[in-house]
């Protein structure tokens, strides 16, 4: 066991009570919120600040494993306070990658979840110019 055993298992039972928890007809956009900041994204950055500077954490299989199950527990939470049932099967690193790179969790939900669904951006074909 790592020194990150203790959290782990911290997070896995916090995810495990919240999907007990889960009462689908009061869920809204905010407990959406909720579930990606104080869970998933707190399991995300877990990874993370142990795969970084320059420390490279040998995680044991069931400690990687609770972490996983706990974070995708955390994003189908999420996707069913917005209406959608999934099971995520996403691993701790793709998530820790997209957060780095998006510096937002409900960005990095949002592209492994595809919920809410992205909404296209139109573009108008004229361009209007304030000048004469």
Not at 7 to 28: K, Q, T, V, Y
Not at 62 to 85: I, Q, S
Not at 108 to 122: D, G, H, Y
Request: hydrophobic share 35%.
């Amino acid at each position: 066991m790592t020194r990150y055993g203790p959290r782990i298992a911290a997070l896995a039972r916090r995810a495990e009570r919240d999907r007990r928890a889960f009462d689908p007809r009061s869920a809204g956009p905010d407990d959406a919120v909720e579930y990606l900041r104080d869970g998933a994204g707190q399991a995300v950055w877990l990874y993370v600040e142990a795969r970084t500077g320059g420390r490279m954490v040998p995680f044991s299989e069931p400690e990687l494993t609770a972490l996983r199950e706990a974070m995708n527990c955390w994003f189908e939470l999420y996707a069913r306070c917005h209406g959608v049932e999934l099971e995520a099967e996403f691993t701790v690193r793709e998530a820790a990658e997209l957060l780095l790179e998006t510096r937002n969790v409900v960005d990095t939900a949002q592209l492994l979840t595809c919920v809410p669904e992205r909404r296209k951006t139109r573009t108008s074909g004229t361009h209007r110019s304030s000048e004469p």
